[in-house]
């Protein structure tokens, strides 16, 4: 056996959030490839692919309990009802004393993913969600939240405008908050959603890097294309692009 084997594991819950649904259909929302591109992840010519990689291929669920597992790594997906609403964590196992504060960028993706979905059942049932992403490092020191004037937003719940960017003045309500992101709900966007990840300076990333997830719903062709093109602007002038994970 190895010293890793030989170490004690322990659950650590990465995202807990109460979603306003029954429990079957939440599970639903994490079995069927169909309704898990309504919240995981963005956009992308690669998501197909990615969620059968994740969700299908890769995964091994237990039905009766409700738990889904992910081959390779030590996170699973658990729902759990609570009369006509469910609890939904993401837990992962590791050796007792593996937990650190080190930015993790999978623990980040499952925290966005998991609002993502409570979003999508609290505000838009049903309906077809359009995205624009962005990632990549800034070209000066500031990262996504202090260029948006978002470094000091609410709680959870509360009200919110965005004093800075492309939107200034949006408003809404701040969706979640978390150690290293922020979700706001943007009215103007169909009721859509913001999310800013902001990854502190490291060796490697000396600035920091930025993540930006814009959800919308509802928009027009033109009033899509025009949010785009405000937003791709404001970006190219103050971030480079860099693929996640590069």
Not at 57 to 85: I, K, L, M
Request: charged share 25%; with cysteine.
């Amino acid at each position: 056996m190895t010293e890793a084997a030989d170490k004690p594991m322990e659950d650590h819950v990465l995202v807990e959030v109460t979603v306003p649904a029954p429990a079957d259909a939440v599970w639903a929302a994490l079995r069927d490839p169909q309704k898990i591109k309504d919240w995981f992840g963005w956009e992308t010519e690669g998501l197909k692919d990615e969620i059968d990689f994740i969700f299908v291929t890769h995964a091994e669920a237990n039905e009766a309990r409700r738990v889904v597992s992910f081959v390779g790594v030590n996170d699973r997906y658990e729902v759990e009802a609570q009369g006509d609403s469910s609890l939904v964590r993401v837990v992962r196992s590791a050796p007792a004393d593996d937990w650190s504060d080190v930015f993790d960028g999978m623990i980040e993706g499952w925290i966005s993913f998991t609002w993502q979905l409570a979003y999508a059942f609290a505000r838009h049932p049903g309906e077809t969600r359009r995205t624009i992403f962005f990632s990549g490092p800034p070209r000066a020191d500031r990262l996504a939240r202090s260029l948006l004037g978002l470094d000091a937003a609410p709680a959870a719940g509360e009200p919110w405008s965005m004093p800075l960017g492309p939107d200034a003045d949006a408003s809404g309500q701040v969706w979640f908050t978390a150690r290293h992101q922020l979700g706001v709900t943007v009215d103007a966007w169909g009721d859509g959603l913001l999310v800013v990840l902001d990854q502190p300076p490291t060796e490697t990333k000396p600035r920091g890097s930025t993540m930006l997830t814009l959800t919308t719903y509802g928009l027009s062709e033109t009033a899509f294309a025009d949010l785009q093109a405000r937003w791709q602007a404001w970006w190219d002038e103050r971030f480079e692009t860099v693929e996640p994970g590069c």
